[in-house]
C-alpha cells in the first residue's frame, strides 16, 4: 500500500496527465474525481480537487463533484441483475453498491460542509483581505496623490531652479567676462599708476631740488641780509654817535634815517616769517605733490622780492652814505667850531685870575 506522500506524488503525477487531456476545467475536474475515487480509493473533495488542480475558481471544483455524485448515483440505481448471477449474490451485490454509495454520500456531505465551512471562512478571511487591501489601496491612491502633488511640485521647481540655474549661468558668464575686463582695466590702471607714480616721484625729487636750491639760495640771501643789516646797523650806530652834537641840525634827516632802519626791521621780520610760512609749506610739499609746485613758484617769487627789497636797501643805503659823505664836512666844521670854543674857553680861564 502506497504512503500518503507516495500517494498524493502519484495522484498529482495522474492529474497532470489528465490536464493534458482535458483541457476544459469541468472536465479534467470530474475525471480526477474518478481517479481519486475508484483508482485510490479516496473521497474527492471540492477542497482536495483545488489543491490538486489549481485551475478555475472555487465553483469549479464544487460543481464538478455535485456532477460526479449525480452520475455515481445515477449509476447506483440501476439494478444488478445478471440472468448468470444467482438472487443472492445479486442482492449482495445491490447492497454492497447501496452501502458504497451512502458511505460515499455520507462522506460527500462531511466533505461539503468542511468545504462550505472551509469556503466560508476563506470568504470571510477573503472579504476581510480584501477590505484591508481597499484600505492599503485608498492609502495607497492617497499616497500616490500626495506622491503625484510633490512630484508635480518638484518638477515645476526643478523647472524653475533650471530656469534660474540657466538665467545664474548667463549671469556668472557675463560677472566673468566683466571681471576679466575688470582685471585687464586694472592691470592696465595699475600700470599706467606706476609709470605715474615714477614720473610723480621724478617731478617730486626736482621739485625737491629746485625748492632746496631755493632754500639754499634764500638763506644765503638772509645771510648777506643780515650781514648788511649788521653792518647798515654798526654804521647807523657810529653815525648816531658821531652825530649826537649836530641833532638839533639833522634832527629831520636822523628821523627819517630811524623811520628807514624801522621799516627795514619790519621787512625783515616779515622775512622771517614768511620763511617760517615757507618751511610749513616744504612741509607739506611731500605730502601734496601739486600744492609744492605752487609754493616753489611762490617762493621762488618770494625770493625775486626779497632780492629786489635788498637791493633797494642796498640803494638806500647807498642814498644814505651819499647823504653822510656830504654831511660830513659839516661835522667836521662843526668839530672845528667846538675845538674853537673849547679854545677860547680855556684862554678864558687862563687870563681870568691876571686879571
Known amino acids: 500500500m502506497l504512503e500518503h506522500n507516495d500517494l498524493d506524488a502519484a495522484l498529482q503525477v495522474d492529474v497532470e496527465k489528465l490536464r493534458a487531456e482535458y483541457p476544459r476545467t469541468l472536465d479534467l475536474y470530474r475525471e480526477v474525481c474518478v481517479v481519486m475515487f475508484f483508482r485510490y480509493g479516496i473521497t474527492p ?3 482536495k480537487l483545488y489543491q490538486l488542480v489549481r485551475k478555475g475558481s472555487m465553483s469549479a471544483p464544487t460543481e464538478a463533484l455535485r456532477a460526479f455524485w449525480a452520475d455515481l448515483r445515477r449509476s447506483g440505481k440501476v439494478k444488478v441483475g445478471q440472468p448468470d448471477l444467482p438472487d443472492n449474490l445479486a442482492q449482495a451485490a445491490g447492497d454492497l ?15 461539503l460542509e468542511e468545504f462550505r465551512l472551509t469556503a466560508g471562512q476563506e470568504r470571510d478571511a477573503a472579504l476581510q483581505e480584501k477590505r484591508t487591501v481597499q484600505d492599503l489601496l485608498e492609502n495607497a491612491n492617497r499616497d ?7 512630484l508635480e511640485a518638484a518638477s515645476r521647481e526643478n523647472a524653475t531652479l533650471r530656469e534660474q540655474a540657466a538665467v545664474s549661468a548667463a549671469t556668472a558668464a557675463e560677472m566673468n567676462a566683466k571681471l576679466t ?4 582695466a586694472a592691470s592696465e590702471a595699475d600700470r599706467r599708476l606706476e609709470v605715474i607714480r615714477t614720473e610723480h616721484a621724478a617731478e617730486i625729487e626736482r621739485v625737491t631740488a629746485r625748492i632746496t636750491q631755493a632754500e ?25 654817535k658821531a652825530l649826537e652834537s649836530e641833532r638839533t641840525v639833522s634832527a629831520a634827516s636822523l628821523q627819517r ?5 624801522t621799516h627795514m626791521q619790519i621787512e625783515a621780520a616779515k622775512q622771517a616769517r614768511d620763511f617760517a610760512a615757507l618751511e610749513e609749506e616744504l612741509k607739506n610739499a611731500f605730502e601734496e605733490r601739486g600744492i609744492a609746485r605752487d609754493k616753489a613758484a611762490q617762493l621762488q617769487a618770494m625770493t625775486s622780492d626779497l632780492t629786489g627789497q635788498i ?12 647823504q653822510l659823505h656830504r654831511r660830513a664836512p659839516m661835522q667836521t666844521r662843526v668839530a672845528k667850531q667846538g675845538q674853537r670854543g673849547k679854545t677860547l674857553t680855556a684862554r678864558r680861564s687862563k687870563t681870568k685870575p691876571a686879571e
Open 181 to 184: 575686463d575688470a582685471r585687464q
Open 216 to 240: 639754499e639760495r634764500y638763506r644765503a640771501s638772509e645771510q648777506r641780509a643780515l650781514v648788511e643789516i649788521d653792518r647798515e646797523r654798526t654804521a647807523v650806530s657810529k653815525l648816531e
Open 311 to 322: 637791493v633797494a636797501e642796498r640803494a638806500r643805503v647807498e642814498v644814505l652814505r651819499e
Open 144 to 150: 500616490l496623490q500626495v506622491l503625484v502633488d510633490k
Open 97 to 111: 453498491v447501496s452501502k458504497l454509495w451512502n458511505s460515499a454520500q455520507a462522506a460527500a456531505n462531511r466533505s
Open 45 to 47: 473533495t471540492a477542497n
Open 257 to 261: 634815517l630811524q623811520s628807514e632802519l
